[in-house]
């Protein structure tokens, strides 16, 4: 079940929006110095990071059968501590990307960065009791 819903959200949803955001963010901003891949980074937390963090809760949420009030409810709950977490994590492997790997792996790297991440994502998506992200624990 989870294995098969994991697998068709990342062949159907995630490599196509992550190959074309790649694809757009490198014809746009082409540049690989420091301010560029700053930059980058930037835009990729701020437009990019809650789409595709959106999309995964609500694509798996809704490949479990749940009602439209339980993906939002699922949504609700999860999206600010998952993502300020991956704020914590992201801009490093992005930076990465964008300032050493070359355009044409830029994709793949991010796949196997993106493997590891589904394994943690799916640990706070079963989760009974709400993750609080470091980043949040921060500002208690």
């Not at 963010?25 to 110095?33: D, V, Y």
């Not at 835009?43 to 993906?71: H, N, R, W, Y």
């Not at 992005?94 to 994502?121: D, E, K």
Request: aromatic share 16%.
């Amino acid at each position: 079940g989870e294995v098969k819903r994991f697998s068709l959200y990342g062949a159907f949803f995630h490599g196509p929006l992550v190959h074309n955001w790649i694809s757009l963010i490198s014809r746009l901003l082409p540049g690989t110095t420091v301010p560029h891949v700053m930059i980058k980074v930037l835009v990729d937390q701020i437009c990019f990071a809650p789409v595709i963090l959106s999309t995964f809760l609500i694509v798996l949420t809704a490949m479990e059968g749940k009602t439209s009030q339980e993906l939002y409810q699922q949504w609700k709950d999860k999206f600010v501590s998952t993502w300020s977490t991956g704020a914590c994590v992201w801009p490093i492997l992005t930076a990465i990307n964008y300032r050493i790997v070359p355009l044409r792996f830029r994709t793949t790297y991010i796949g196997v960065c993106s493997f590891f991440w589904f394994i943690f994502l799916a640990h706070l998506k079963s989760r009974d009791v709400p993750w609080k992200s470091p980043l949040l624990r921060l500002f208690e």
